[in-house]
């Protein structure tokens, strides 16, 4: 098998691999909702409080993630629960009854939160350790994995209407993305990890959260509005397409597709903007641009105008969550699970308040909250302390996506 040796590459790898499988477990079972409900006889609601579920359990798996993360490190623990969240697809396929499948979709969120703070701060420790940019490269590979799970459920589909063989060949796959992450993931530092733990706990001594308080406290905000933000657009972004910008049938998806394509686009070049501006211009300046871009597309009306403020919150939202995170985990491990908790937090929560004010009043006015919560998210970056700059590597440019 072909082996790289260039130490940060094969990190890289590595990691990318773990966010790969995160993004192609969600997309899997999330494809076959639609075949989950016929079998199990479900009614909307019913599979809204089965997407519930998942939420739920990765909201509340913030103290276990935390306990965890000091006992295991990331290495083991992201291994765990990407190994657990494939297994999961076998019991999600054979749940029996409707109880059942909650308690399976409870069991895949607190996985989820596993995989997501222990794949983040093998990110921020590869960083940390090279002195490289790599975590908007990084996350680009999630949504790659998204659509590798798409492309393979449609050949399914063509193919079998059996959840299990789908679900099995996706097993399969997801178990060598596994494989091959194994070997390059990084050791955790136990002198390191000792002395933030010593930290922690030394706050929480103090006085409850004394240290994750202020600071993380911004972080989390900044986290929990940007996965609002990009979180809504791709639930509403086609619905505002159909029935405000009044586009046909053919170009209302097309709002998911801009979004989605400038998000992958910038976070392959991310990481150089980052080493030559610095996470907090990134974060700053990307959040107004989607707030404001969406902003003056809302007032203008009309299907051109919703597309390209559509590609500004792409653009500009994209490198929010993997600067958080960075930022995030050079506080410990606590600040960087408490984050990682109000980012699923607005993400859950986000799209069901769009849709209560849509409901309210009108989904301009939804989507215009939207456009709120990135001018919040650039607030809150001006009271983050980020790192500064990391110098650009021989050979490497800002522009140029490894």
């Known amino acids: 098998m072909f082996r790289v040796h260039d130490p940060f590459r094969r990190g890289q790898l590595a990691i990318a691999a773990l966010f790969c499988s995160l993004g192609f477990q969600y997309a899997t079972w999330a494809s076959r909702l639609p075949a989950i409900k016929a079998h199990l006889g479900l009614g909307s609601?019913?599979?809204?409080?089965?997407?519930?579920?998942?939420?739920?359990?990765?909201?509340?798996?913030?103290?276990?993630?935390?306990?965890?993360?000091?006992?295991v490190g990331s290495r083991r623990l992201s291994l765990v629960s990407a190994l657990g969240l494939t297994l999961l697809l076998f019991a999600m396929a054979a749940a029996p009854d409707?109880?059942?499948?909650?308690?399976?979709?409870?069991?895949?969120g607190v996985l989820v939160g596993c995989l997501n703070v222990a794949m983040n701060a093998q990110g921020a420790a590869l960083e940390a350790r090279?002195?490289?940019?790599?975590?908007?490269r990084l996350h680009a590979t999630f949504s790659a994995g998204s659509l590798g799970a798409a492309l393979l459920a449609s050949g399914m589909n063509a193919l079998t209407s059996t959840v299990a063989v789908h679900f099995a060949v996706a097993a399969v796959l997801l178990l060598l993305l596994l494989g091959s992450a194994r070997s390059g993931l990084l050791a955790d530092d136990p002198a390191a990890a000792e002395k933030k733990n010593e930290d922690e706990a030394a706050g929480r001594k103090r006085g409850g959260w004394a240290f994750p308080a202020r600071m993380t406290l911004w972080m989390g905000l900044a986290m929990a509005f940007g996965t609002v933000t990009e979180g809504a657009m791709n639930d509403w972004s086609a619905l505002y397409m159909k029935d405000v910008a009044k586009a046909s049938a053919e170009l209302a998806p097309m709002g998911i597709a801009v979004v989605s394509v400038m998000m992958v686009l910038a976070r392959l070049f991310a990481d150089g903007?980052?080493?030559?501006?610095?996470?907090?211009r990134i974060v700053k300046a990307g959040s107004a641009l989607a707030g404001l871009g969406l902003a003056l597309a809302l007032l203008s009306?009309?299907?051109?105008?919703?597309?390209?403020?559509?590609?500004?919150?792409?653009?500009?939202?994209?490198?929010?969550?993997?600067?958080v995170y960075?930022?995030?985990?050079?506080?410990?491990?606590?600040?960087?699970?408490?984050?990682?908790?109000m980012g699923t937090t607005g993400l859950l929560a986000g799209p069901p308040v769009i849709g209560f004010i849509a409901n309210g009043s009108s989904l301009v006015w939804g989507l215009a909250a939207?456009?709120?919560?990135?001018?919040?998210?650039?607030?809150?970056?001006?009271?983050?302390?980020?790192?500064?700059?990391?110098?650009?590597?021989?050979?490497?440019?800002?522009?140029e996506p490894a």
């Open 273 to 280: 903007w980052r080493s030559r501006w610095g996470d907090g």
């Open 326 to 341: 960075v930022a995030a985990a050079g506080q410990g491990s606590d600040a960087l699970t408490l984050v990682a908790t």
């Open 130 to 136: 090279h002195e490289r940019n790599a975590m908007a």
């Open 370 to 399: 939207v456009a709120g919560s990135a001018f919040v998210v650039s607030l809150c970056s001006t009271r983050i302390r980020w790192t500064a700059p990391e110098p650009l590597a021989a050979g490497e440019l800002a522009h």
């Open 45 to 71: 609601a019913e599979v809204g409080l089965l997407l519930m579920a998942t939420g739920v359990g990765a909201a509340a798996s913030f103290p276990l993630v935390a306990a965890l993360m000091r006992r």
């Open 301 to 323: 009306g009309g299907v051109v105008p919703a597309l390209l403020g559509f590609a500004c919150v792409g653009l500009g939202i994209a490198a929010v969550t993997p600067c």
């Open 98 to 108: 409707y109880p059942v499948a909650l308690l399976v979709m409870a069991c895949d």
